[in-house]
């Protein structure tokens, strides 16, 4: 695993990935994933920038949700890890280690693509940590397919209620709990400006999310409540192989990045950490790229 502390440089800080041919069924498994990907399990430090916060995380089973678990966990945050049944192989290392760092963790699985259930996860996350101070919208889905014709209308709407609609959800359900303070940060992506042809229903997802977090940053900012995105370019998680790209992109995966490689989730989480700690107080409806170079406009 790549220490990231000590200064070196970031095109070989990790490697290019060799990438064998695979697939697995959605949503994917981080069990399964070849080769794996680096959460800051050995890597990531804490420094006590989220003493006493409490936390919301969907999608922390795996990918960039468990990198973020693992770094709110070491900085001082209790956190609330949502995630599918189906991902529980996954789930129970990533609280393994949050729970090492000794703080609480509080599992709540279930599909945010209902508001019903997003209702009950905020609840869950309230009841099980005393509170709620940061919440962040992570989850999504992403299945490529090559020809609109193609794109049918129940996986233009599974990915909308997956990826922007319960956003809106949990938003609307955790406000109400959130003291002046607190930050809610979302997960767009760098699709929301550079739409690959074969995402269309992601791509749009994406730069939705980018408006809502110009809006509600806005609305929310007088009452002291801090609305932000962070905006990954190609990272390597389970998305991708369980039918997230096309084949022919996934063995080169990441290699278009002007750093000539993917990026891993540890290397994201540290923009989470910002935006959730006081360090970014006076930040609001901002989106931070961390994109491998393909900057945001």
């Known amino acids: 695993m790549a220490d990231q502390y000590r200064m070196q440089d970031p095109t070989t800080q990790y490697p290019k990935l060799d990438i064998p041919e695979q697939r697995q069924d959605e949503p994917g498994l981080d069990a399964k994933l070849q080769p794996k990907a680096d959460h800051g399990e050995e890597t ?22 468990a990198a973020v678990a693992i770094a709110f966990a070491r900085e001082g945050a209790d956190v609330c890890m949502n995630y599918l049944e189906s991902e529980a192989e996954d789930v129970g290392r990533i609280a393994a280690l949050l729970e090492e760092a000794g703080t609480k963790v509080v599992r709540c699985p279930g599909d945010i693509s209902t508001e019903s259930f997003c209702q009950k996860l905020v609840q869950t996350a309230v009841d099980g940590l005393g509170g709620l101070d940061i919440v962040v919208n992570n989850a999504g889905r992403q299945l490529f397919c090559k020809d609109i014709l193609e794109l049918s209308s129940e996986q233009w709407q599974s990915t909308f209620d997956t990826n922007i609609s319960a956003m809106f959800w949990i938003s609307k359900a955790a406000i109400p709990h959130l003291p ?17 042809p074969t995402l269309i229903d992601y791509a749009t997802t994406k730069a939705a999310i980018v408006g809502f977090t110009h809006a509600l940053g806005k609305q929310l900012a007088p009452k ?3 609305v932000n995105a962070v905006a990954p370019g190609p990272v390597w998680t389970p998305l991708q192989p369980s039918y997230g790209q096309p084949m022919e992109k996934l063995v080169k995966f990441g290699q278009q990045s002007d750093f000539g490689r993917a990026g891993q989730p540890a290397e994201l989480a540290p923009a989470y950490v910002f935006l959730a700690s006081q360090e970014s107080s006076y930040m609001a409806g901002e989106v931070i790229g961390v994109t491998g170079g393909n900057h945001l406009p």
Request: proline share 2%; aromatic share 4%.
């Open 44 to 65: 990531y430090k804490g420094s006590g920038r989220l003493a006493g916060r409490k936390a919301l995380v969907t999608g922390a089973d795996s990918g960039i949700g």
């Open 180 to 196: 002046a303070g607190a930050a809610i940060i979302n997960t767009t992506s760098i699709q929301a400006y550079r739409p690959s």
């Open 224 to 226: 002291g409540i801090r």
